[in-house]
């Protein structure tokens, strides 16, 4: 991490969604810019973001990409804000010119958590149990594991899907184990999902702050909330899902983890330490493509030792993405998107 430096800025501008768990991403910002810049004034612009408004849809029928972020970016091009705080799984592979990704934060728990006021665990749950999710992604991991189960959409902020759970509306539902620690729910968490079972959406569990190219104080006040191996990893899974021309609300998955070059012989999950594994210069990407009803799911990883300084590493980490998502090209997940992105 860079150390503190002086900044020129008085005044610093947040945009962020309305949600409880985007308010406290926004607010955990704010904190640690306020510990670094003590003299400066941090306001929140709250906003209603398309995918906000729209909750009796599931979101891959909605359309389109950046449902949860294109509001925020217009307010930064409108310069109502300077930064935009976003749950990096809900920004498109490709942003809009003249903005970028300032930057990645250090990585909280990228794990999927198994909800429930009856069952243990993913395994315990009855034959054609009711699980809510509204991820494609999730969906399709868990019919591959369990065919047996019934997915039903769950919309709403976390509070909200909690809610229908508790009217009993569901037998369980899949929630990000990070956004529940934040907002402090780490009780209703009985379990964390295996990563090898349901592989992590690309970005999940990281923060990320966007903001304009060129604002050069702006990026200079943000340089120490950045993570470098964070950044690396998360390089290579979304340049696994840019390759693959995915959105957020698709049935892809994509996982990095930095290892030592003597761990790269055991394929077995990280769940030990929340799956985020930062020691090591050797970096391991996995992919996923399905089917929606887990009837078919494709699977690619590979490893590359990374050389060089943290751009050159960088550059690597987004080459390994791409090649990961070329096997999966080549195992057909081409077809399977196509189905999604162009329903007949």
């Not at 091009?77 to 990645?104: R, T």
């Not at 980490?317 to 057909?332: E, M, P, R, S, T």
Request: glycine share 8%.
């Amino acid at each position: 991490m860079s150390n503190p430096q002086q900044t020129a800025l008085t005044t610093l501008n947040i945009a962020t969604r309305q949600s409880p768990l985007a308010l406290w991403q926004a607010e955990h910002i704010r904190a640690r810019l306020l510990d670094l810049y003590p003299e400066l004034t941090i306001n929140l612009l709250k906003i209603v973001t398309k995918g906000d408004k729209i909750l009796d849809t599931p979101l891959a029928k909605i359309g389109g990409k950046g449902l949860f972020v294109k509001e925020l970016e217009q307010a930064l091009y409108d310069k109502q804000a300077d930064i935009a705080v976003h749950s990096l799984k809900d920004v498109p592979m490709q942003l809009p010119e003249g903005l970028m990704l300032g930057v990645y934060c250090k990585r909280a728990s990228p794990t999927d958590a198994f909800v429930s006021n009856t069952y243990n665990s993913i395994d315990e749950l009855p034959q054609g149990a009711v699980v809510g999710t509204s991820s494609l992604r999730r969906q399709c991991q868990l019919k591959a594991y369990r065919p047996d189960l019934q997915i039903k959409t769950l919309r709403g902020n976390v509070g909200t899907r909690l809610g229908k759970l508790d009217a009993g509306e569901y037998d369980a539902i899949i929630l990000a184990t990070s956004g529940l620690q934040r907002i402090e729910l780490d009780e209703r968490i009985r379990g964390e999902l295996d990563i090898n079972a349901c592989l992590p959406a690309v970005g999940q569990g990281a923060l990320a702050i966007e903001c304009r190219e060129g604002d050069d104080e702006v990026l200079k006040l943000l340089a120490p909330l950045n993570d470098d191996k964070a950044r690396i990893r998360l390089i290579a899974e979304r340049a696994l899902n840019r390759h693959l021309e995915g959105g957020c609300q698709v049935p892809i998955a994509a996982y990095a983890v930095l290892q030592m070059a003597d761990e790269t012989s055991s394929n077995n999950d990280d769940n030990g330490d929340n799956g985020n594994n930062d020691n090591g210069n050797v970096l391991w990407l996995r992919g996923r493509v399905g089917q929606a009803d887990g009837s078919e799911l494709l699977k690619a990883e590979k490893r590359v030792t990374l050389i060089g300084t943290q751009a050159e590493q960088e550059v690597q980490a987004n080459q390994l993405g791409i090649d990961v998502a070329n096997i999966l090209l080549a195992d057909g997940a081409g077809d399977i998107l196509s189905a999604i992105y162009h329903p007949e």
